[in-house]
């Protein structure tokens, strides 16, 4: 007997949007953040070596810290490219660090698990998707609860390192902007901007090899 869908799943699936101007600013009730939190630790991860940290950053100070290197970072991207997608570009926001009311830093220890990780001797890398699962796990618990996450990429590792104090060999994977939203937009923000347009399913599938 297979179980039943579960359509809710799929709803929360739907609506996942990557926040950046749809932040109302107001805090993050704890036990909201203790539930998303426990969905993100609740993330397959390769040998059950569980290899993130959340480190929590609410200081205000910290934040417009981090937000004045994101902006810095914009800058150097922004002047890489040719004038039309300049111009297309700098009708989007990039980050709500400010806007949101926390921000996660998500991090992967690589020596996690010890010398021996079941499953991980043939491909390194299974420890960091274990942590993009946490990642995933935390945002779609965090729509599912009525709040906008935001994937910040704009900066440089050893920055973020530096600002939130993690240890040698801890490497920080992601920023997550995470608050109350106002809305969620129906349309993601780069196809609204004319950024780029998303691939059909069909155009991804392949059936026994790669080349039909």
């Not at 991860?45 to 981090?66: E, I, L, N, T, Y």
């Not at 994937?151 to 995470?178: I, K, M, N, Q, T």
């Amino acid at each position: 007997m297979s179980l039943a869908p579960s359509m809710d799943l799929y709803d929360v699936i739907a609506r996942r949007r990557d926040v950046r101007a749809e932040f109302s600013g107001e805090a993050v009730d704890r036990d909201v953040l203790r539930r998303v939190l426990e969905a993100a630790h609740s993330a397959p991860s390769v040998g059950h070596s569980q290899p993130w940290d959340f480190v929590v950053v609410a200081d205000d100070a910290k934040r417009a810290r981090f937000a004045e290197h994101v902006e810095t970072e914009r800058r150097v991207f922004a002047a890489e490219l040719p004038e039309d997608r300049r111009q297309t570009f700098a009708k989007i926001k990039v980050e709500g660090i400010r806007e949101s009311g926390l921000g996660v830093v998500v991090t992967y220890d690589s020596s996690r698990g010890g010398q021996h990780v079941l499953g991980r001797h043939a491909i390194a890398d299974t420890g960091l998707y274990s942590t993009c699962l946490a990642i995933q796990n935390l945002w779609l618990a965090a729509t599912a609860e009525g709040l906008g996450v935001g994937w910040v990429s704009f900066y440089r590792e050893e920055f973020l390192a530096d600002l939130v104090g993690l240890p040698d060999g801890v490497r920080p994977v992601a920023w997550l902007c995470l608050g109350p939203v106002t809305q969620l937009q129906e349309v993601p923000d780069l196809v609204r901007h004319g950024w780029r347009t998303g691939r059909l399913l069909d155009d991804a599938v392949h059936l026994e090899t790669w080349r039909s």
